[in-house]
């Protein structure tokens, strides 16, 4: 089956879009990429996203958008699965892939926290989200066991802020999710995990971080730690304050 002509409208930190870019490069799909400024929307994308977000995803020039929507087509016009046949199963991904989606927005809760109370109250919810997710892995080394499914291509993102943030100081959000912290380890080093990012993904979000006048920007001045956590994308480690 030919495939229609694909062009993904992107930005370079979105991590919605990135959930799509992981079905791409996972399953070897021919696209095309455009980046747009998300503070400076063109017209002709107003025009085709009816939220003003993205992704979106041109399929022979139609809009698609919705990151979950995308990658489930993605999944289904191509050979094989990311997902389970089981509908039970696939139902239940379908879940966890709201909850990583639910977890983005603690994660956003917490760089742009603007007072402490605020900044533990999220730095807490995190914490809890990940033991919570802790319990619904098994052995490994994916979410499904040992090939990577949708459920990976949506937490894959969401780890990959903390890469960057853990080069600032130890917050501890793994501490009590071992199984969640191997999961990450597992996902960082997967291809298509990390071609999904552009290559200098860990300074633009350094620099997106150091602009929200929050208490995370207060914590990375005090720490003088701008340049040590640019690093830690492709292959570095976090950095130890």
């Not at 979950?68 to 509908?87: F, R």
Request: include cysteine; charge should be negative; glycine fraction near 6%.
């Amino acid at each position: 089956m030919s495939l229609p002509t694909l062009k993904l409208i992107s930005h370079k930190l979105c991590p919605y879009v990135q959930r799509a870019r992981i079905v791409l490069e996972e399953k070897s799909i021919p696209h095309e990429i455009e980046f747009i400024d998300l503070a400076d929307k063109p017209q002709w994308f107003l025009d085709i996203s009816p939220l003003g977000k993205v992704p979106v995803l041109l399929v022979d020039g139609e809009p698609l958008f919705e990151s979950a929507v995308i990658a489930e087509y993605l999944d289904e016009v191509t050979p094989g699965s990311l997902h389970p046949s089981d509908p039970l199963d696939k139902a239940k991904n379908r879940s966890w892939i709201e909850f990583a989606s639910s977890t983005l927005d603690s994660i956003g809760a917490f760089y742009s926290a603007r007072d402490q109370a605020a900044f533990d109250k999220a730095q807490t919810t995190l914490k809890q989200r990940f033991r919570t997710l802790e319990g619904a892995l098994g052995a490994g080394p994916y979410f499904n066991g040992r090939e990577l499914s949708l459920v990976d291509a949506a937490f894959g993102p969401v780890f990959r802020y903390f890469d960057v943030i853990d080069g600032y100081a130890d917050f501890g959000f793994f501490d009590d999710a071992p199984k969640v912290a191997a999961w990450r380890a597992v996902l960082r080093r997967h291809p298509s995990v990390k071609r999904a990012a552009v290559d200098d993904y860990a300074e633009r979000l350094h620099d997106f971080f150091l602009k929200r006048d929050s208490v995370l920007t207060s914590i990375i001045a005090s720490h003088r730690v701008g340049d040590s956590a640019k690093h830690v994308i492709n292959g570095g480690q976090p950095a130890s304050p």
